[in-house]
């Protein structure tokens, strides 16, 4: 009975021990599985602490950057107001130009107006003074024939009244010779007008007509002269206006079209009438006329005349149809700053295969066919594609 007692209580040890082992390995295992967690949570830990000071880094940056910006914001809200005010000023300066500018376009459609009125008027009393001429030659030609038809009645007259005078006494100591000779006297005569006084009467009343109607005519025919000295005058002044303004422009477009050199506008024989010589001296050559000159600058020349003509009377746009196809790669650089500068004030519309000319354009519209019989209009915008592409 001790024994079994003994074994029993051996058994019992043994199946407490292995309870206790049993209960070690997992007190173990749940304190290795805790000891795993505490090193994650001080992983954890550690990277909530780096994280934490990274943001606070991040914060002291953000914040110098805030400051930064808020400075650079002020700056900017300083520029945007000096430009609002530069724009301002600009728009102003634009309006006022814009006023000027249909000022003197009005002033220049009234003196075209004024002009083509004179010339109209000129042509009237031209026209008018060969009719006053055609008619003074025709008074003059009537005027002479009653004179003429005056002077026979006159001649006749006097023959009349020296036919009529009283008989003088017989002479009785007459030869027959006289008495033919005077027999002949009175045949020359002719037969007697009764009404010889009467037509003079006519005829002098038709003669003062006459001569009072030439001296209206010559009247006439003076005021036309002086009005068509006025006119003359006139237009001589608006034209000699005309050409010193566009001799100017040309004087100023020219260097810039070559770089340099001049052309100038001059009359033939001094006289407004006579014509107008252009004179054109590149840069390197002779003053010589533009005969002289090779096809470029013919060209070259020409385009600055029009532009020079064109200033006088500025369009909102210039329609320019390939004006560049006549001149080598020189000249059309040569072109593209001269539209380049004009184009300040001028919009201008050209039409071009040369690449160097569609190089200044800001908008390219070109027409396309991507199948056969249809077309497409493509349009381009460079500013916007540079401002794309970088």
Not at 321 to 347: G, I, K, M, W, Y
């Amino acid at each position: 009975a001790h024994y079994e007692m003994q074994t029993s209580t051996r058994q019992h040890l043994q199946i407490t021990v292995q309870q206790l082992q049993k209960e070690y390995k997992e007190h173990l295992l749940q304190q290795h599985t805790w000891h795993l967690k505490q090193q994650q949570l001080i992983s954890n830990l550690h990277y909530l602490n780096e994280t934490f000071a990274q943001l606070i880094q991040q914060e002291h940056q953000s914040a110098k950057q805030h400051a930064g910006l808020a400075q650079q914001i002020q700056r900017l809200e300083i520029t945007v107001s000096e430009h609002k005010q530069q724009a301002h000023s600009a728009q102003h300066k634009a309006e006022q130009a814009q006023q000027q500018w249909h000022t003197q376009q009005q002033q220049f459609n009234d003196l075209q107006q004024q002009l083509v009125t004179c010339e109209q008027k000129r042509t009237e009393l031209q026209q008018q003074e060969q009719r006053l001429r055609d008619s003074l030659e025709q008074q003059r030609l009537n005027w002479q024939l009653d004179k003429q038809k005056m002077q026979q009645i006159i001649e006749q007259l006097d023959l009349k009244q020296l036919a009529i005078l009283p008989k003088p006494a017989l002479d009785t100591t007459l030869t027959p010779e006289h008495l033919q000779r005077l027999n002949r006297q009175i045949a020359r005569l002719g037969p007697l007008n009764m009404v010889a006084v009467q037509e003079l009467s006519d005829v002098q009343a038709r003669y003062n007509e006459l001569n009072a109607n030439i001296n209206d005519l010559h009247a006439s025919v003076q005021q036309l002269k002086t009005a068509i000295s006025q006119i003359d005058q006139q237009t001589q002044q608006l034209f000699m206006v005309t050409f010193n303004q566009i001799n100017t422009h040309l004087g100023e477009l020219f260097p810039k079209v070559f770089g340099g050199g001049q052309a100038t506008l001059s009359l033939e024989d001094d006289d407004w009438r006579s014509g107008v010589r252009l004179m054109a001296q590149p840069p390197g050559k002779k003053n010589t006329r533009l005969a002289l000159l090779s096809g470029g600058e013919k060209a070259l020349t020409a385009l600055a005349l029009v532009f020079a003509i064109f200033q006088l009377n500025p369009a909102p746009f210039c329609l320019l149809d390939e004006v560049d196809a006549p001149l080598d790669d020189a000249n059309v650089q040569r072109f593209c700053h001269l539209v380049t500068s004009l184009s300040q004030h001028v919009q201008f519309i050209f039409i071009s295969h040369n690449k160097l000319a569609m190089q200044m354009a800001t908008q390219l519209i070109g027409i396309t066919m991507p199948s056969a019989g249809v077309s497409r209009v493509v349009s381009v915008n460079l500013e916007q594609a540079t401002a794309f592409s970088s």
